[in-house]
């Protein structure tokens, strides 16, 4: 049976089917998740992402990352230590804080496995396209507040539910290396069960700051 990764509740009702994967949604936290049944295998997963051309010369890359950047740099202050979780394997965002003179570290499952940054507090996290691939949403996110000293961001990017009629002709579920799908609903119940606030910027970037106390 398949159980939300974001609050571990059981409570889960159908909320859309295609001809490839169904999808339920938790009636505590409103996480939109790809069932377990319909899921690749994590060698599946890595041959999707090994296809993907992130070239750290790519100015329309450049110009995409640069919507999670802008805010991180505006909250933080100069040369502060961050962390980009998920980097993949052209860690252009990373490079990008580097220009400007931060410090940064990187962690990726596939392509930079190196726990022991996680071991380690930052002033900002940024997590970019990554939350919506995670079986298990809720550990990561308290792991990565958890390496965040008192009132330091996490930046995160994904692509928000508006409501269950456009979520049928959305293209972003049909990638299926995306199993997990946020609305603000939930973001906010994040927000509240982590004692952070929460900030939506555009469509897709969410920060998500921790109390000083």
């Known amino acids: 049976m398949s159980v939300c990764g974001l609050c571990g509740s059981d409570e889960l009702q159908p909320y859309h089917q ?34 993907h051309e992130n070239s750290l010369h790519d100015e ?33 965002l990373a490079e990008m804080f580097k220009e400007v003179g931060f410090e940064m570290a990187c962690f990726d499952l596939f392509y930079a496995n190196e726990p022991e940054v996680l071991t380690k507090t930052y002033d900002f996290v940024t997590c970019t396209e990554v939350i919506e691939h995670l079986s298990q949403p809720g550990e990561v996110l308290a792991k990565l507040l958890s390496l965040l000293d008192a009132g330091g961001p ?36 994040v927000a509240a069960h982590f004692d952070c606030q929460v900030e939506f910027i555009g469509n897709d970037v969410i920060v998500l700051t921790k109390s000083k106390q």
């Open 18 to 51: 295609d001809k490839r994967r169904r999808y339920l949604q938790c009636t505590q936290c409103a996480l939109v998740i790809v069932d377990e049944r319909d899921r690749l295998s994590p060698e599946d997963e890595k041959a999707i992402y090994d296809t």
């Open 60 to 92: 329309g890359y450049r110009r995409f990352l640069s919507r999670a950047f802008e805010p991180t740099v505006e909250r933080v202050p100069s040369h502060s230590k961050g962390l980009d979780f998920g980097c993949g394997p052209g860690p252009l």
């Open 154 to 189: 996490l930046v995160l990017m994904t692509k928000l539910i508006i409501d269950q009629n456009r979520f049928a002709q959305w293209h972003y579920k049909n990638d299926l290396t995306h199993i997990v799908f946020f609305s603000s609903e939930t973001f906010n119940y």
